[in-house]
Nanobody
Framework: HVQLVESGGGSVQAGGSLRPSCAVS????????MGWFRQAPGKEREGVAN???????TYADSVKGRFTISKDNAKNTLSLQMNSLRPEDTAMYYC????????????????WGQGTQVTVS
């Protein structure tokens, strides 16, 4: 049974930082592809960043240079360091897992957390 639990969202002023994390159980994140996605009210869900089993990362153009995805295999935890936050980053942020060694943000991720809200004003 794969379970993903996000935490660490919150409210921050523009230019600030947040670092949501995702605790994973039921699968070893070192063996699979992990991703962060977000969905703002009235908008479609979009991929933010992913990291594969080899540690290769990819980012959406909108967050490149500001966000950093990382994983701690020993703690089985995924994180997203978000700097220079903008009001347009406001969304519910979800972590997701795909049981594959490599992936892209366009791939199907079958396992999802419940989300953590990020609000930038």
């Amino acid at each position: 049974h794969v379970q993903l639990v996000e935490s660490g969202g919150g409210s921050v002023q523009a230019g600030g930082s947040l670092r949501p994390s995702c605790a994973v159980s039921g699968v070893m994140i070192g063996d699979v592809c992990m991703g962060w996605f977000r969905q703002a009210p009235g908008k479609e869900r979009e991929g933010v960043a992913n990291v594969d089993s080899l540690g290769t990362t990819t980012y959406a153009d909108s967050v490149k240079g500001r966000f950093t995805i990382s994983k701690d295999n020993a703690k089985n935890t995924l994180s997203l360091q978000m700097n220079s936050l903008r009001p347009e980053d406001t969304a519910m942020y979800y972590c997701a897992a795909r049981p594959a060694q490599t992936c892209t943000l366009a791939d199907n991720f079958p396992y999802w957390g419940q989300g953590t809200q990020v609000t930038v004003s």
